[in-house]
């Protein structure tokens, strides 16, 4: 069956690629979102996703079966306003997962992310199922989530699949995360060639393009449950970059770029997070692995950016 997904929170970041991608994959697909993105290729409804009602009407009037949740404050915009954070990113993910319990949809999709965990989680290769005490209100947010639907999948009432995202790399624009600079400094290198960077030069953090975060969901989404051996988020990684090792890629790849460094409250976040992580488990699960490396991710991506 062609199945019919709604996606929230589509006007962001990664929103317009899983529109694509899921077309593409022969799926109907309803973008929502409290804003509009003009690239948006498909039907388009305007939808806070606290408003249950509305949520409730346009499930029926579309016949949705399936939805991928995104609608979400990100890291750093998150420090700015902790608790409407907790609100949009908790009482969202509840607000939805009612829905789904009301309308008998019995799959969603929702991205966790590398904020869950902090600096009790051996930083430097984190595990899947690792010790975790986040360090900023998005991190403490998606947690929280994580735990609801390990409950909501362990007493199947809703089927809740989740990766947990590195930095994605698009050419869309970023939406206030710590990870922002690594598209920044791309569209800065096809414009000005001077970019002022908010993490020092040697802030390693993981990284992967969005056609691989992409695959990796949809291939999760589609799998049988019983391949699955776990029932909260899966870690995913491809590979792992700093400011400084970027700006070698972008030269190396023929663009000139200056760069300065103003560090901000952003280093801290970034501190707290994984250098790397281990993704064993979605490999094996779901027989994946990622298509781009960093010097394919950064030529791809450029190419891409219009000005
Ligand atoms: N971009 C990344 O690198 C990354 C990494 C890890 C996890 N994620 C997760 O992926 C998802 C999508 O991220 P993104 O980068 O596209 O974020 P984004 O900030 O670009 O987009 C989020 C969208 O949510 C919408 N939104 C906010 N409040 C809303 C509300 N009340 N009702 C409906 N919509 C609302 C916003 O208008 C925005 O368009 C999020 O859950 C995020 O936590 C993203």
Redesign the pocket.
């Known amino acids: 069956m062609k199945n019919r997904i709604l996606i929230?929170?589509a006007?962001?970041?990664?929103?317009e690629f899983f529109v694509k991608s899921l077309i593409q994959d022969n799926n109907y697909v309803l973008a929502?979102?409290?804003?509009e993105n003009k690239s948006l290729d498909c039907d388009f409804e305007f939808?806070?996703?606290?408003n249950f009602e509305m949520g409730d009407q346009l499930i029926k009037k579309y016949k949705i079966n399936q939805v991928y949740n995104?609608?979400?404050?990100?890291s750093a915009k998150g420090e700015k306003d902790p608790l409407l954070t907790w609100e949009?990113n908790n009482a969202?993910f509840i607000n939805i997962a009612r829905l789904c319990l009301k309308n008998d949809i019995k799959k969603i999709f929702w991205?966790?992310?590398?904020a869950v965990f902090g600096h009790n989680s051996n930083l430097d290769f984190v595990k899947n199922d690792e010790a975790m005490l986040p360090e900023t209100m998005y991190g403490v947010s998606?947690l929280a989530c994580e735990k609801v639907m390990f409950y909501f999948n362990s007493k199947n009432l809703i089927d809740i699949r989740s990766i947990r995202?590195?930095?994605?790399v698009s050419n869309s624009e970023?939406?206030?995360?710590t990870?922002d600079y690594i598209i920044d400094m791309l569209y800065h290198a096809k414009k000005e060639k001077n970019y002022t960077c908010f993490l020092k030069e040697n802030a390693f953090l993981p990284m992967m393009h969005i056609d691989d975060a992409i695959d990796a969901s949809i291939k999760l989404m589609k799998i049988d449950k019983s391949s699955l051996s776990k029932r909260s988020p899966y870690n995913i990684s491809s590979f792992e970059t700093s400011p400084s090792r970027w700006l070698d890629l972008i030269k190396s790849i023929g663009y000139d770029l200056k760069m300065n460094y103003k560090v901000d409250y952003r280093q801290k976040i970034a501190d707290s997070w994984p250098k790397k992580v281990d993704d064993t488990a979605l490999r094996k699960d779901i027989k994946w692995s990622p298509k781009y490396n960093d010097l394919e991710t950064a030529k791809h991506i450029i190419n891409l950016i219009q000005l």
Do not use: E
């Open positions: 929230t929170g006007s962001g970041q990664l929103g929502t979102d409290i804003r939808f806070d996703i606290f995104f609608a979400a404050i990100l949009i969202g991205p966790s992310s590398i998606k995202f590195p930095g994605i970023p939406g206030g995360g990870t």
